[in-house]
């Protein structure tokens, strides 16, 4: 049997067995496609130690953008942290060839290339208060995009799963739970502020659309689901960053990101922050340590020995 049509079968094992989203299998489609293109085997008998040296060696001479028209992108390679998403998905793939007893190289065999340690996009408390202000105005967009931001920070939600959520949520309840990666379902909790934004928005709509969050204007004439989608509110959080003068990128992540310092800046244990984000491993969460670190450090140096001569 050819790798393509093993790669084929290892898809509907993620899909059914594995119960993988729509996201994750055209991921796990892409990266394994351009090992294939490049290694020119047809067995899996046939991958050594050497294709995956030197395919480890293309990936790393690869542009980071293929169609950039500024000449620094394009003379730019791709990061150790894209390859390793390649790699990451090539070993999966070798794990269950493995798992089905087709002889092959062993998956351990693929080491993943070194990153640095990973860093925040963080805003200041002062600019995460003007990024809530922003939307201003009783319209339906602001109420909106008010509800949307509200929402984020009081729950850390990531985008997709803001953006998979009903209009039947039971707001007189204080939380609820959301379906995010891998399939696992979690609970988060609305705060009042994100409450009163939500009630208020929903009060105004007089659509009989499910989404919670929709399109709204011009947009909604074109679309073919008024559901609003990642892309959208990417931009609507954009907008109104640059209406409230921050200068740096504001993403959905950069918002779950302060949802995560603030607590942990005010005394919550780090695997309670893992369970509100959802995270599978502590260690991803860990990250957050070092940003309340620093702020611990600030403290001290701040508050600690000043009676001192």
Not at 54 to 71: M, V
Not at 75 to 103: D, S
Not at 179 to 204: H, I, N, P, W
């Amino acid at each position: 049997m050819d790798l393509y049509e093993l790669k084929r079968q290892f898809l509907e094992h993620l899909e059914i067995e594995r119960g993988r989203s729509l996201k994750t299998l055209e991921n796990y489609d892409h990266y394994p496609d351009r090992f294939l293109e490049y290694a020119t085997v047809s067995s899996p008998s046939d991958l050594t130690d050497s294709t995956i040296r030197e395919y480890r060696l293309w990936l790393n001479r690869q542009p980071a953008s293929k169609n950039s028209k500024s000449k620094a992108i394009s003379q730019q390679t791709l990061k150790k942290k894209t390859q390793n998403y390649y790699l990451i998905a090539l070993r999966a793939f070798l794990k269950y060839l493995r798992k089905r007893g087709i002889e092959s190289l062993s998956p351990e065999r693929i080491e993943l290339a070194k990153v640095g340690d990973r860093s925040l996009d963080l805003i200041t408390q002062d600019e995460l208060n003007r990024l809530m202000k922003a939307p201003s105005g009783a319209s339906l967009s602001a109420l909106r995009d008010r509800a949307i931001l509200e929402l984020f920070f009081s729950t850390g939600l990531r985008v997709s799963e803001l953006c998979s959520l009903d209009r039947d949520l039971d707001l007189t309840a204080n939380s609820f739970s959301i379906r995010g990666k891998g399939d696992k379902v979690r609970v988060v909790f609305l705060s009042e502020e994100a409450r009163t934004a939500l009630t208020q928005y929903l009060s105004k709509r007089d659509d009989i659309d499910e989404a919670l969050f929709i399109q709204l204007g011009k947009a909604a004439k074109y679309a073919k689901s008024l559901r609003l989608t990642p892309r959208s509110v990417e931009r609507i959080i954009k907008n109104h960053a640059i209406k409230a003068g921050i200068t740096r990128k504001v993403t959905p992540h950069v918002i779950r990101h302060s949802f995560a310092t603030d607590l942990l800046e005010n005394g919550a244990d780090l695997r309670s922050v893992q369970a509100l984000l959802g995270h599978a491993n502590i260690a991803t969460t860990q990250v957050y340590t070092h940003v309340t670190d620093k702020h611990l450090q600030d403290i001290h140096h701040k508050f600690h020995g000043k009676r001192r001569t």
